[in-house]
């Protein structure tokens, strides 16, 4: 009994090691630390700073959801910008924002226009990103959907010069329905 109670303690202190997180600061050394993931009022000040920065109205209105885009723990956030209509959107679509979750905010990964819902969240990763596809509409060509890539800094800003993507997204199991209009059928 007295070895087990023995063993029990010497291994309980090298459990909870190894289960903590560790992260490397900048002088080379270990320190554990949690990851924490930005609120979503961090997004609303990035996206009022994003929005100052590019002269953009500042009572401009989105939706938005958070997803952990990058495997990093922390949940970046896919906006859709929804007006006012003639400054973010007009009759090809709409301005979709990336920004990249940090411990402390947010950071713009990239802006990506003409853009329709739904957007759809892929289990395919490209670059450690996961893919999205999202509906292009109201130009000269038919209404598709096409795959945004990550290539390693950004996700195509154009996706209507992207080809159709051949699989149909409603009801697979391989994508995850994220962002979309009531009246917008897939």
């Not at 303690?9 to 090298?14: E, G, H, N, Q």
């Amino acid at each position: 009994m007295r070895k087990i109670l023995l063993t029990i303690a010497i291994l309980i202190p090298l459990f909870a090691q190894g289960c903590s997180s560790t992260r490397e600061s900048k002088d080379g050394s270990d320190s554990t630390s949690k990851v924490i993931d930005p609120t979503n009022e961090d997004l609303k000040e990035a996206m009022l700073n994003f929005f100052k920065s590019t002269g953009a109205p500042i009572s401009s209105t989105y939706n938005f959801v958070r997803f952990d885009l990058n495997g990093d723990k922390l949940r970046e956030a896919i906006v859709m910008i929804k007006s006012p209509y003639g400054y973010w959107c007009g009759t090809h679509g709409c301005v979709m924002v990336v920004m990249k979750a940090h411990d402390n905010g947010f950071s713009l990964v990239n802006t990506i226009q003409p853009v329709r819902e739904p957007i759809y969240i892929s289990r395919a990763k490209v670059n450690g990103w996961h893919n999205l596809l999202v509906r292009v509409s109201g130009r000269w060509t038919k209404t598709k959907n096409v795959a945004l890539r990550f290539d390693g800094k950004t996700y195509p800003k154009d996706p209507s010069k992207l080809g159709d993507y051949p699989i149909k997204p409603a009801n697979n199991p391989d994508f995850i329905r994220v962002l979309y209009d009531e009246g917008t059928k897939d």
